[in-house]
């Protein structure tokens, strides 16, 4: 089991930048694939980016491609999400998640575990 914390949300201006962290317990991180998503009043959560578990391989969402990266530290077991270029659209609670099974899922309902939510708003 793995217990993830997000921090570094926060309100910043359109055009601006912000990082993402999540803090994973647990000696087994380096076995899950892990992934951000995001949650806007009123809408579904939708998948932001991914990243496997040795962290060789990366993916996003249309949305964000080009402007966010989502990176890993085994050593550190933590996950980060580095936004630029932020636009008001991305104004949302953005959730890291762990899937157990090791695999890269763009769908929410595969991933086991989940923080509880860091806010970032965006505005214009």
């Known amino acids: 089991q793995v217990q993830l914390v997000e921090s570094g949300g926060g309100l910043v201006q359109a055009g601006g930048s912000l990082r993402l962290s999540c803090a994973a317990s647990?000696?087994?991180?380096?076995?899950?694939?892990m992934g951000w998503f995001r949650q806007a009043p009123g809408k579904e959560r939708e998948f932001v980016a991914a990243?496997?578990?040795?962290?060789?391989?990366?993916y996003y969402a249309d949305l964000v491609k080009g402007r966010f990266t989502i990176s890993r530290d085994n050593a550190k077991n933590t996950v980060s999400l580095q936004m630029n270029s932020l636009e008001p659209e991305d104004t949302a609670v953005y959730y890291c998640?762990?899937?157990?099974?090791?695999?890269?899922?763009?769908?929410?309902?595969?991933?086991?575990?989940w923080g509880q939510g860091t806010q970032v708003t965006v505005s214009s």
């Open positions: 647990g000696r087994t991180f380096s076995s899950y694939a």
């Open positions: 990243i496997t578990r040795s962290g060789g391989r990366n």
């Open positions: 998640a762990a899937a157990q099974s090791g695999q890269i899922y763009l769908t929410p309902l595969k991933y086991d575990y």
